[in-house]
Nanobody, 120 residues
Framework: QVQLVESGGGLVQAGGSLRLSCAAS????????MGWYRQASGKQRELVAV???????NYGDSVKGRFTISRDNAKNTVYLQMNSLKPEDTAVYYC??????????????WGQGTQVFVSS
């Protein structure tokens, strides 16, 4: 089992920045993909960013050029640097991890989520 704990959410003004962290514990040695999804009120969960075991990254179209995902394998932690935040980035952000290089809703491991609110 793998446990994921997110931190770093909060309230920020439009144009500002936040950095989310997700610390993993447990049987982390076989984890490959790690990343972030988000879910806004009344909307489906959507991919924000994923980083594979080899370091390849992929981003949702709405965050490309503004968000950066990174991981520190020594610390079992994945980060999401969010810049130029917009009110539409307001959502609960979930950290996720999987033993494969795919990160899909309904599989793998998920954190409890951290709220990000961007005011206009």
């Amino acid at each position: 089992q793998v446990q994921l704990v997110e931190s770093g959410g909060g309230l920020v003004q439009a144009g500002g920045s936040l950095r989310l962290s997700c610390a993993a514990s447990g049987s982390f040695f076989s984890i490959r993909a790690m990343g972030w999804y988000r879910q806004a009120s009344g909307k489906q969960r959507e991919l924000v960013a994923v980083i594979t075991g080899s370091g390849r990254t992929n981003y949702g179209d709405s965050v490309k050029g503004r968000f950066t995902i990174s991981r520190d394998n020594a610390k079992n932690t994945v980060y999401l640097q969010m810049n130029s935040l917009k009110p539409e980035d307001t959502a609960v952000y979930y950290c996720a991890a999987d033993h494969s290089d795919l990160l899909l809703p309904g599989r793998g491991y998920w954190g409890q989520g951290t709220q990000v609110f961007v005011s206009s």
